[in-house]
């Protein structure tokens, strides 16, 4: 049988669930001790052991720890490890991802382990090379490992971190209190802690930055929606003047190379609010860690070098653990484990899925003058599009409209819109093609869409022979005039990499892009010109 992880990607921290971390987590503690005492039998359980075998490393931003972590682990499987020299490569001559990607893949090369500033480029190659592959007929589908993209998420650093702090705390899942300080909005190890720490029953976090540097509302929403109980302080010291202080500190450099030039003039002013000084050691709980996914910087590190000596000292362990993590890792995608690992505690798609839409009995319905009262006549022939935008000012309804006509295509037809009032005070949208159009269900679906809780009338002489209702669908996708407005996202059009946007719905009506995980309304959702 084959192993259950094979072809697997881990492009955002949530594409493991609890149960597979905590199985990855205990190999962990297995090799490590099989390390320790170079118990050769163990150590070769645990590798993939094929010179054809391909792991490929991508590094389009700056790397020590992650590149070369994945080096010596690729290594320790006895693999073939290879690495695009980004510099000198045809992305040079405008190839795209996909391209170049899927290139490498049909050399039998079977893990890719991608750093790049492009937010979601795992999942879209994932997803691109699995077609690939299929195509070709090649041996395996490609396992992505996002190794850092921009400042959405670095979910094998969560790994690693998760790992230290259960090896710090004798493996006990049940709670963490957790002090993020430093650079949060641009910070992408912080941001994977937002579905990472789910792995903790009870879940307390701190969050210590300065305004101009604070976790992005997406994050915080989700730590709220995971049950986390979050604290905002804005210093260093502010923190401490608090009294509730963690025993748990987790340190994230300032992103300088992704900072605006406002920020950037202010940087001393910044990092001093989150820089730990000597005078603050007394204000520690006992048994204080600190933690850092490191580098940091020679000349002004937020953890200074004095501290290196003493008990708070749990980077340099967090930083060597980098490499165990990352044995097991590949050596799970790569088919060497997880052939005892129980599926029924596999992850399972948790997306919601629901109907939305619904056809209404219209037999025999005349349509009624008095539905469209303010000035439209009835239409013998045709379609009405009914209740848009309900509750919105006129002036949003009219431009949404013009996107719902031009989305279902009629803006060549005949017909019109119209604002009206209803007796509750609220406004609505009435579009009227006068024709013969009926919707397909592909139709339908981008009706919905575009226009959820509207109500379709199809009308022959007189009569509604056909009548839907629209609510909100769990998810939109496949067609044109989305956009994700997270410029560094694959999907997002100045990336030129052709990638339609995909969003999926939370429980408050939110739509989170499934490349960068960015969070929109409903109507950001959708192109505002062309
Ligand atoms: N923690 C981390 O990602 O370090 P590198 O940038 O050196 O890989």
Not at 83 to 90: H, K, P, R
Not at 309 to 326: A, D, F, P
Not at 327 to 335: F, P, Q, Y
Request: glycine share 6%; hydrophobic share 35%.
């Amino acid at each position: 049988m084959e192993n259950f992880f094979v072809g697997r990607s881990l492009c955002v921290i949530d594409d493991f669930n609890i149960n597979e971390r905590a199985f990855l987590f205990e190999k962990v503690k297995t090799l490590k001790k099989a390390m320790g005492e170079n118990d050769k039998k163990v150590l070769d359980e645990f590798r993939i052991n094929d010179p054809d075998f391909g792991i490929y490393e991508v590094f389009l931003e700056d790397s020590t720890r992650t590149k070369e972590s994945f080096r010596n682990a690729a290594k320790f499987h006895l693999t073939k490890v290879s690495e695009l020299v980004a510099s000198n490569s045809s992305f040079n001559k405008g190839e795209s991802y996909s391209d170049t990607f899927n290139t490498l893949a049909g050399y039998s090369n079977s893990i890719f382990i991608i750093r790049s500033k492009v937010e979601g480029v795992c999942a879209h190659l994932e997803n691109q090379c699995a077609q690939f592959a299929k195509r070709n007929e090649l041996a395996r589908k490609p396992s992505f490992i996002n190794a850092g993209d921009g400042k959405h998420e670095h979910p094998t650093q969560e790994l690693l971190d998760e790992y230290t702090f259960l090896e710090d705390n004798n493996f006990n899942y049940d709670e963490i209190h957790l002090a993020l300080v430093g650079d949060l909005f641009h910070g992408r190890t912080v941001h994977s802690k937002a579905n990472g720490l789910k792995l903790f029953k009870k879940v307390k976090i701190d969050l210590v930055a300065p305004v101009e540097l604070a976790m992005p509302e997406t994050y915080l929403n989700t730590m709220k929606e995971n049950g986390f109980d979050v604290t905002i302080y804005s210093s260093i010291e502010e923190y401490l003047e608090s009294g509730k202080v963690a025993n748990k500190w987790y340190f994230t450099r300032p992103q300088l190379e992704r900072m605006g030039e406002q920020i950037l003039k202010r940087q001393a002013q910044l990092r001093a609010s989150i820089t730990f000084r000597k005078e603050f050691l007394t204000k520690l709980p006992e048994n204080t860690k600190f933690y850092h996914p490191l580098p940091r910087h020679k000349l002004t590190p937020t953890i200074p070098t004095f501290l290196d000596k003493t008990s708070l000292n749990g980077w340099e362990k967090q930083s060597i653990n980098g490499m165990y993590v990352r044995i097991v890792l590949l050596g799970m995608l790569g088919g060497a484990l997880g052939k005892d690992f129980d599926e029924t505690l596999a992850k399972k798609e948790s997306y919601i899925d629901e109907e939305y839409i619904f056809k209404i009995d219209a037999k025999n319905k005349t349509k009624k003058k008095k539905d469209y009262s303010e000035g439209v006549n009835p239409i013998d022939n045709g379609i009405v599009i009914d209740h848009i935008c309900k509750g919105d000012s006129p002036k949003e309804i009219r431009e949404h409209m013009a996107l719902i006509s031009k989305i279902i295509e009629l803006d060549d037809e005949r017909g019109g819109e119209w604002v009206s009032c209803g007796s509750d005070n609220k406004y609505k949208g009435i579009l009227f093609r006068p024709g013969t159009k009926t919707f397909t269900r592909k139709e339908l679906k981008r009706l919905a869409a575009i226009a959820p809780g509207c109500t379709l009338n199809i009308i022959k002489d007189h009569i509604v022979v056909e009548k839907y209702r629209t609510t909100m669908p769990p998810r939109i996708y496949n067609f044109e005039n989305l956009c994700c407005k997270n410029e560094a996202c694959i999907s997002n059009p100045s990336q030129g990499e052709g990638v339609e946007a995909m969003f999926y719905r939370t429980k408050d009506h939110k739509f989170i892009c499934s490349y960068c995980g960015k969070a929109h309304s409903f109507k950001e959702i959708f192109k505002t010109n062309n």
